[in-house]
């Protein structure tokens, strides 16, 4: 359905009214029954809730500094500091590190990184495909290595529920962040992507690119400070980091993700609300309309989380990871688990356009298929990690390629064909390692 249909939403909750289908024997009314309890359960589990309520506060959080101006105003700010920006590699450095460092949110770090890149690329004449590439190659590569963002809450629900299933023992934080390691994908692109800025490294369509101008007709900017995004931002990483010591009891890494994400999240909101209105950037009504339209856009993904954390559980009932594992047994050698892990949800993601998805199906699988057949389940993790990125990195109906390419103000397609050697390298790099590492992981470290 995902590969037909290009609509994960759907493809889920097919996937979930099938395989409820399948454990009540086929028996429709106890089919809807069990859809019911499934859904009544799931909305009533707090780690869920904190979830949602996460990623629908990101969607205002995210539409409030759009509109509060703090990035036209840091967009000015650098402009003006011609000791830094000397040439078309700085330029582009700018939003390279603008996308390392703010990883909170994918569709953040883009839309930041080409709105700051867009004005210094018009003055040194670059070529707008060029900065698409940059904003595309650091949004989800770093957000998926530092998952202090939807990212890792949904990773980590995604993992509660297989420790509810009694597959892994371990503590869901510990095992997200000993997999981040093996996302050689993202540690791939970022190094590439770096090589490509600092080395003028062009292959491909990209030898092609040339700089058209552009005529500016954004009205919607206003002259603010760039505090207005400077600091909701630095409060969002830094609350991460509070919370989890709170929630594990002085112990970071025993800390409570989906709750560390979701009181950080509010409590930004909660900032933003006293800071904008306050200063009188922002008027009540102003921050209450804008924080409701962008909540709003993000619903669609509450609903793929919903779905996710369901066909989860209805996997783990159907034991679909045991019997996979057993076929892998059999027809797969351990040392190429994870390489076959990583190709398939390469594909998934990049036919489907979304990293989310990809976990959502992929995680449930591939850890009893790790367990099953004793290999690495980090490894196995950080496989599905990197292809949902890889394909969703690749794919022209990705979310962050589009709103790389409408960042950057440069065609989705051409920025996807530009874009496209540069991935393959990164992909062929990681595959390379996920068969380097299943020999024996330990010798590398």
Same mark, same amino acid.
Request: include cysteine; charge should be neutral.
């Given at each position: 359905?995902?590969?037909?249909?290009?609509?994960?939403?759907?493809?889920?909750?097919?996937?979930?009214?099938?395989?409820?289908?399948?454990?009540?024997?086929?028996?429709?009314?106890?089919?809807?029954?069990?859809?019911?309890?499934?859904?009544?359960?799931? /909305?009533?589990?707090?780690?869920?809730?904190?979830?949602?309520?996460?990623?629908?506060?990101?969607?205002?959080?995210?539409?409030?500094?759009?509109?509060?101006?703090?990035?036209?105003?840091?967009?000015?700010?650098?402009?003006?500091?011609?000791?830094?920006?000397?040439?078309?590699?700085?330029?582009?450095?700018?939003?390279?590190?603008?996308?390392?460092?703010?990883?909170?949110?994918?569709?953040?770090?883009? /839309?930041?990184?080409?709105?700051?890149?867009?004005?210094?690329?018009?003055?040194?004449?670059?070529?707008?495909?060029?900065?698409?590439?940059?904003?595309? $190659?650091?949004?989800?590569?770093?957000?998926?290595?530092?998952?202090?963002?939807?990212?890792?809450?949904?990773?980590?629900?995604?993992?509660?529920?297989?420790?509810?299933?009694?597959?892994?023992?371990?503590?869901?934080?510990?095992?997200?962040?000993?997999?981040?390691?093996?996302?050689?994908?993202?540690?791939?692109?970022?190094?590439?992507?770096? @090589?490509?800025?600092?080395?003028?490294?062009?292959?491909?369509?990209?030898?092609?690119?040339?700089?058209?101008?552009?005529?500016?007709?954004?009205?919607?900017?206003?002259?603010?400070?760039?505090?207005?995004?400077?600091?909701?931002?630095?409060?969002?990483?830094?609350?991460?980091?509070?919370?989890?010591?709170?929630?594990?009891?002085?112990?970071?890494?025993?800390?409570?993700?989906?709750?560390?994400?979701?009181?950080?999240?509010?409590?930004?909101?909660?900032?933003?609300?006293?800071?904008?209105?306050?200063?009188?950037?922002?008027?009540?009504?102003?921050? $209450?309309?804008?924080?409701?339209?962008?909540?709003?856009?993000?619903?669609?993904?509450?609903?793929?989380?919903?779905?996710?954390?369901?066909?989860?559980?209805?996997?783990?009932? /159907?034991?679909?990871?045991?019997?996979?594992?057993?076929?892998?047994?059999?027809?797969?050698?351990?040392?190429?688990?994870?390489?076959?892990?990583?190709?398939?949800?390469?594909?998934?993601?990049?036919?489907?356009?979304?990293?989310?998805? @990809?976990?959502?199906?992929?995680?449930?699988?591939?850890?009893?298929?790790?367990?099953?057949?004793?290999?690495?389940?980090?490894?196995?993790?950080?496989?599905?990690?990197?292809?949902?990125?890889?394909?969703?990195?690749?794919?022209?109906?990705?979310?962050?390629?589009?709103? $790389?390419?409408?960042?950057?103000?440069?065609?989705?397609?051409?920025?996807?064909?530009?874009?496209?050697?540069?991935?393959?390298?990164?992909?062929?790099?990681?595959?390379?390692?996920?068969?380097?590492?299943?020999?024996?992981?330990?010798?590398? /470290?």
């Amino acid at each position: 359905m995902a590969l037909y249909t290009k609509n994960v939403i759907v493809s889920l909750f097919s996937g979930i009214c099938v395989g409820l289908f399948i454990l009540n024997n086929y028996d429709v009314l106890a089919s809807l029954e069990a859809l019911y309890t499934l859904f009544t359960f799931l /909305l009533s589990e707090g780690w869920i809730l904190k979830t949602l309520a996460f990623v629908i506060l990101a969607g205002a959080i995210m539409a409030l500094i759009q509109k509060s101006g703090g990035v036209h105003g840091f967009v000015n700010f650098m402009l003006h500091q011609k000791k830094i920006i000397k040439s078309e590699r700085s330029a582009l450095m700018v939003s390279y590190i603008l996308g390392v460092v703010i990883f909170v949110e994918t569709s953040i770090t883009a /839309l930041v990184s080409g709105a700051v890149g867009k004005p210094l690329c018009d003055k040194y004449k670059i070529p707008h495909e060029k900065l698409a590439f940059v904003c595309d $190659s650091t949004s989800a590569p770093i957000g998926s290595l530092i998952v202090l963002n939807g990212y890792g809450a949904l990773l980590l629900g995604l993992l509660n529920t297989q420790i509810s299933q009694g597959y892994i023992q371990e503590n869901s934080t510990t095992l997200l962040i000993n997999s981040l390691m093996y996302n050689f994908y993202a540690i791939s692109a970022l190094i590439v992507t770096f @090589t490509f800025i600092y080395f003028n490294f062009e292959i491909g369509a990209m030898k092609e690119t040339v700089y058209k101008a552009k005529v500016n007709v954004d009205k919607e900017h206003r002259p603010s400070s760039m505090y207005y995004m400077l600091l909701p931002i630095f409060l969002m990483v830094s609350l991460v980091f509070v919370f989890l010591y709170i929630t594990g009891n002085g112990e970071i890494l025993k800390g409570s993700g989906s709750s560390s994400i979701f009181y950080t999240m509010l409590s930004t909101f909660v900032f933003i609300l006293f800071y904008y209105v306050g200063t009188k950037n922002l008027s009540l009504r102003e921050w $209450s309309s804008t924080a409701y339209k962008g909540a709003k856009s993000f619903v669609p993904i509450s609903f793929i989380l919903v779905f996710a954390f369901g066909i989860g559980n209805v996997t783990g009932e /159907l034991k679909t990871g045991v019997y996979l594992s057993t076929l892998a047994t059999e027809n797969v050698n351990p040392y190429f688990l994870a390489g076959s892990i990583f190709l398939l949800s390469s594909l998934m993601s990049f036919s489907t356009g979304t990293s989310w998805g @990809t976990f959502s199906i992929m995680i449930p699988i591939a850890i009893p298929m790790a367990v099953g057949m004793d290999t690495d389940v980090a490894l196995a993790i950080g496989a599905v990690i990197s292809g949902g990125v890889f394909g969703d990195h690749c794919s022209p109906i990705s979310d962050t390629t589009i709103i $790389s390419s409408m960042a950057s103000d440069c065609e989705v397609m051409d920025h996807v064909k530009t874009q496209l050697p540069y991935a393959l390298i990164s992909g062929v790099i990681a595959l390379s390692l996920f068969i380097i590492f299943a020999i024996d992981p330990m010798q590398y /470290l």
